[in-house]
């Protein structure tokens, strides 16, 4: 629920940050940690289905965490705020 509130909230203008936050957290971290700890022997005896489990509250914990610590940064910062004061186009005369 937290990367999901978090995440809303990047949808004003900032998306690029947060897509890659997602892949690091879901696709590069949860998915080889579901792996190790469901089928392998890497760090004992296979896990199993609670393996995956494991690895999906890891996965969703990084995330939540991720996207609510980029949004307290640019929170913090001024420069966020370029984005919602874009300068009107000049049309040629």
């Known amino acids: 629920m937290l990367a999901r ?12 940050v ?14 080889p ?6 089928l392998t022997d890497t760090f004992g005896e ?3 289905t609670e393996g995956f489990w494991i690895a999906l509250v890891v996965g969703l914990s990084l995330s939540g965490t991720l996207m ?17 004061t874009v300068p009107a186009r000049r049309t040629p005369k």
């Open 18 to 31: 947060p897509l890659i936050l997602a892949i690091l957290a879901y696709l590069i971290i949860t998915l």
């Open 46 to 48: 296979p896990l199993g």
């Open 5 to 16: 509130a978090a995440t809303g909230r990047f949808r004003i203008k900032d998306t690029m």
């Open 68 to 84: 609510t610590t980029r949004l307290w940064r640019i929170g913090r910062t001024p420069s966020f705020t370029r984005f919602e």
């Open 33 to 38: 940690l579901g792996y190790l700890l469901g």
